[in-house]
T-cell receptor, first 112, second 115 residues
Framework: DGGITQSPKYLFRKEGQNVTLSCEQN?????MYWYRQDPGQGLRLIYY???????QKGDIAEGYSVSREKKESFPLTVTSAQKNPTAFYLC???????????FGPGTRLTVT | AQKVTQAQTEISVVEKEDVTLDCVYE???????LFWYKQPPSGELVFLIR??????QNEISGRYSWNFQKSTSSFNFTITASQVVDSAVYFC????????????FGTGTQLKVEL
């Protein structure tokens, strides 16, 4: 089945630790995105990547880092510099930057 | 700057009632796209519709219909004869042609359909 997978679904970390969220797609999409969702709020863009080995900051990139070494994968690292990391993280992909975005199931990160 | 406003935070209806979810957007661009997504309790966003700024025709898909009015910058979503399975958070989003295909989301409307 074609789609986007994010693992794990729930993730727990201690404050001060870096954590990496996985996002894999087999849709052969060039562009990939990371969004953050907080309770009662819409999604906010963290980072996006148009092609392999290239990525751009979104609206709330501080405290996050990404890599795009393969077309299928776009992992997001939440660093200890992110002041409020507990949130629901959604990965998306699209054929090109103009294409419709398809979303993965999300990872709920809790940092205590 | 782009902005999407969904003034209705939560709506509760009884099954079989019709319900309209409001969406008002702001942009200075003349070319843009509007979207509606559904987020069920599982969390995944499900695409419902995309409409470009040059197409003001209303659209109907089964029990769903969308009313796009550029004059009022609105893109409202109506569910006819609502069902319990329609219970979810619904997001309206705006994309302009620049800015890396960034979707600007509204804050969402929680729809609860009860028996």
């Amino acid at each position: 089945d074609g789609g986007i997978t994010q693992s794990p679904k729930y993730l727990f970390r201690k404050e001060g630790q870096n954590v990496t969220l996985s996002c894999e797609q087999n849709l052969n999409h060039d562009a990939m995105y990371w969004y953050r969702q907080d309770p009662g709020q819409g999604l906010r863009l963290i980072y996006y990547s148009q092609i392999v080995n290239d990525f751009q900051k979104g609206d709330i990139a501080e405290g996050y880092s990404v890599s795009r070494e393969k077309k299928e994968s776009f992992p997001l690292t939440v660093t200890s510099a992110q002041k409020n990391p507990t949130a629901f993280y959604l990965c998306a992909s699209s054929i090109g930057l103009a294409g419709q975005q398809y979303f993965g199931p999300g990872t709920r990160l809790t940092v205590t | 700057a782009q902005k999407v406003t969904q003034a209705q935070t939560e709506i509760s209806v009884v099954e079989k009632e019709d319900v309209t979810l409001d969406c008002v957007y702001e942009t200075r661009d003349t070319t843009y796209y509007l979207f509606w997504y559904k987020q069920p309790p599982s969390g995944e966003l499900v695409f419902l519709i995309r409409r470009n700024s040059f197409d003001e025709q209303n659209e109907i898909s089964g029990r769903y219909s969308w009313n796009f009015q550029k004059s009022t910058s609105s893109f409202n979503f109506t569910i006819t004869a609502s069902q319990v399975v329609d219970s979810a958070v619904y997001f309206c989003a705006l994309k302009t042609t620049g800015g890396g295909n960034k979707l600007t989301f509204g804050t969402g409307t929680q729809l609860k359909v009860e028996l």
